[in-house]
T-cell receptor
Framework: KAGVTQTPRYLIKTRGQQVTLSCSPISGHRSVSWYQQTPGQGLQFLFE???????NKGNFPGRFSGRQFSNSRSEMNVSTLELGDSALYLC????????????FGPGTRLTVL | LAKTTQPISMDSYEGQEVNITCSHNNIATNDYITWYQQFPSQGPRFIIQ???TKVTNEVASLFIPADRKSSTLSLPRVSLSDTAVYYC??????????????FGGGTRLMVKP
């Protein structure tokens, strides 16, 4: 069974631009969660989607948004990029809700210049 | 929202048993405790999950006292390849409230030869 895939793996953007990251969960998994990881703040929860509905959202500004499609694939979007948005963005999928065992993708490394 | 506290780092030697304790004083009735392992440049990997008492699998044991305000991940006979960051995670089963997963700061385990 294929694992969680994230595209692109690396991305360089400039301040003010927007970016869309994609996540394909493991087949059959209905929950997709997104996390931001930085050296200073560690792993922080962004949001979780289950069956196309956002179930919860972490403490991030409205510039961070996401969605989930009917095939469970998910995208997250960051608008008006700031230097502090430079991070590793991780996507995780689980069969049930996210408190169950989550399978993480390799992440997308975003650098904002 | 249950906050978790872990030691920042620990050192051990090959062949020793390592115990990493996580504090989660305001854990809720519906919360499960989950541990993840993360290697550099990779997404976290599920190790073990429990609700109370003791859980054991092929790689680790998880000890949870009756008050559930802390938990201890036990890694038997560690090897160099166990050098990683270990995260304690508390997540709710309360479907109505959604899952607000909180990763602790992580414990950086260094296994020496």
């Amino acid at each position: 069974k294929a694992g969680v895939t994230q595209t692109p793996r690396y991305l360089i953007k400039t301040r003010g631009q927007q970016v869309t990251l994609s996540c394909s969960p493991i087949s059959g998994h209905r929950s997709v969660s997104w996390y931001q990881q930085t050296p200073g703040q560690g792993l922080q929860f962004l949001f979780e989607y289950f069956s196309e509905t956002q179930r919860n959202k972490g403490n991030f500004p409205g510039r961070f948004s996401g969605r989930q499609f009917s095939n469970s694939r998910s995208e997250m979007n960051v608008s008006t990029l700031e230097l502090g948005d430079s991070a590793l963005y991780l996507c995780a999928s689980s069969f049930g809700y996210s408190y169950n065992e989550q399978f993480f993708g390799p992440g997308t490394r975003l650098t904002v210049l | 929202l249950a906050k978790t506290t872990q030691p920042i780092s620990m050192d051990s030697y090959e062949g020793q048993e390592v115990n990493i304790t996580c504090s989660h004083n305001n854990i809720a009735t519906n919360d499960y405790i989950t541990w993840y392992q993360q290697f550099p440049s990779q997404g976290p990997r599920f190790i073990i999950q429990g609700y109370k008492t003791k859980v054991t699998n092929e790689v680790a044991s998880l000890f949870i006292p009756a008050d559930r305000k802390s938990s201890t991940l036990s890694l038997p006979r560690v090897s160099l390849s166990d050098t990683a960051v270990y995260y304690c995670l508390v997540g709710s089963t309360n479907n109505n409230a959604g899952n607000m997963l909180t990763f602790g700061g992580g414990t950086r385990l260094m296994v020496k030869p």
